[in-house]
C-alpha cells in the first residue's frame, strides 16, 4: 500500500519544479498527479486522472455491495418461490448475488465517475484561486523523505497532509 501526500502549490511554475524534484528522487511520473482549475494548462505536468479525481473506487465499491445484498435477496426468492430442489437454491442464490454485484459495480461507477472526489472537496477553494495540488502516491518508507525535501526546496508549498490505504497499482 502507499500514502498518498498532499501539496498545494501557488502556479504552474512552481508544480513544474517541484514534479521535477519529485522525479530526479525517484519517485515514478505515474504516481504524480496534479490537478488545477478548468482552463489552466497543465501540458508538462501528470495531470490527475478520472480515478484520482472523480468519486469512482468508492462508488464502485458501494454498488457492488448493494448489488451483491440485492442479487442474493432476488435469488432467495426466486428460489423458494420456483420450486427448485435443496441443492439448487443456493446455487441460484449465489448467482444472482454476482449478478447483482457486477451490475451494481458497473452502473454506480458510471455514476460515479462523473461525480467529483469527495476527498478533494476541502481543496475546492484553493483549486479556484487557481492553486495547484499536487498528489504523489509513496511508499510508507520514503513519506518523510519526499515530504522533508519537498518543504526544504519548495517554500511556497503547502503541505496538505496525507492520506492512507492508496492502492499500490496506477
Known amino acids: 500500500m502507499r500514502r498518498r501526500i498532499y501539496w498545494l502549490l501557488p ?3 512552481s508544480a513544474r519544479r517541484t514534479m521535477s524534484e519529485l522525479l530526479l528522487a525517484r519517485v515514478e511520473h505515474r504516481h504524480i498527479h496534479c490537478m488545477a482549475r478548468d482552463g489552466v494548462d497543465l501540458a508538462d505536468l501528470h495531470e490527475a486522472n478520472v480515478l484520482q479525481s472523480s468519486d469512482l473506487i468508492g462508488s464502485a465499491q458501494i454498488g457492488l455491495g448493494v448489488g451483491a445484498a440485492l442479487g442474493a435477496a432476488a435469488g432467495a426468492v426466486l428460489a423458494m418461490s420456483v420450486g427448485l430442489d435443496d441443492a439448487s437454491k443456493p446455487l441460484v442464490v449465489g448467482a444472482l448475488a454476482a449478478a447483482g454485484a457486477l451490475f451494481g459495480a458497473w452502473s454506480a461507477s458510471l455514476i460515479g ?3 467529483p472526489s469527495r476527498r478533494l472537496a476541502r481543496f475546492d477553494a484553493a483549486l479556484a484561486r487557481g492553486e495547484i495540488l499536487l498528489m504523489a502516491d509513496l511508499p510508507h518508507r520514503r513519506v518523510r523523505d519526499v515530504e522533508a525535501l519537498v518543504l526544504a526546496g519548495h517554500p511556497e508549498a503547502h503541505f496538505e ?8 497499482f496506477p
Not at 161 to 168: D, I, K, N
Request: no cysteine.
Open 161 to 168: 497532509g496525507q492520506e492512507p490505504q492508496v492502492p499500490a
Open 11 to 13: 502556479d504552474v511554475a
Open 113 to 115: 465517475a462523473s461525480i
